[in-house]
């Protein structure tokens, strides 16, 4: 599974912070195998858009990862879930012929599109509370917070600042 978030207009530049985290392992106590922060190389006019191109780029991650897999002859009966928490690009994803575009969000449109057509992705809501990405896009966050998303990505501090992941149960 993987979760995807936007941080619409957020900077000076006017650029969108991008964030996702990909996630595999039982639905009770999955672990984190690749995540990425980015800031988007265009302006996007909407958080909806800002969000459905960092959902394109999470769909570009989540098929390296799927076919990284394929190489060791494993694969995944189901679509792999994306999580967004914007209802509007939401819309947009189910029902891409609902996207007014411009070029550039047409050519994520059509690439999300195809995804979606051949089975590989599937992307479903998630309340910006539950978003993991979430933090991925801020420029700064609390530290409540910052420990509150650290342990939902089962990552625990240990001594001297060393990172170790939470086993599965």
């Known amino acids: 599974r993987m979760h995807v ?18 996630m595999l392992g039982p639905e009770s106590n999955p672990n984190v195998i690749a995540y990425r922060s980015m800031r988007l190389p265009c302006v996007s006019l909407s958080s909806a858009e800002s969000e ?21 002859c494993m694969r995944f009966k189901d679509p792999t879930p994306i999580f967004v928490d914007n209802q509007s690009c939401l819309v947009w994803l189910r029902d891409p012929a609902k996207l007014t575009t411009r070029k550039h969000v047409d050519i994520h449109r059509k690439h999300v599109e195809s995804l979606q057509e051949e089975g590989e992705l599937e992307f479903k809501w998630v309340a910006t509370s539950e978003q993991l990405a979430d933090p991925l896009t801020k420029s700064s966050i609390n530290i409540s917070d910052f420990c ?7 990552i625990d501090v240990v001594a001297d600042g060393l990172l170790k992941i939470k086993p599965v149960a």
């Open 148 to 154: 509150k998303w650290r342990s939902k990505m089962m």
């Open 5 to 22: 978030d936007a941080d619409h207009c957020g900077d000076i530049s006017r650029k969108s912070q991008s964030g996702h985290v990909a």
């Open 52 to 72: 459905y191109t960092s959902a394109s780029y999470a769909a570009r991650q989540c098929m390296y990862i799927r076919r990284f897999f394929k190489e060791f």
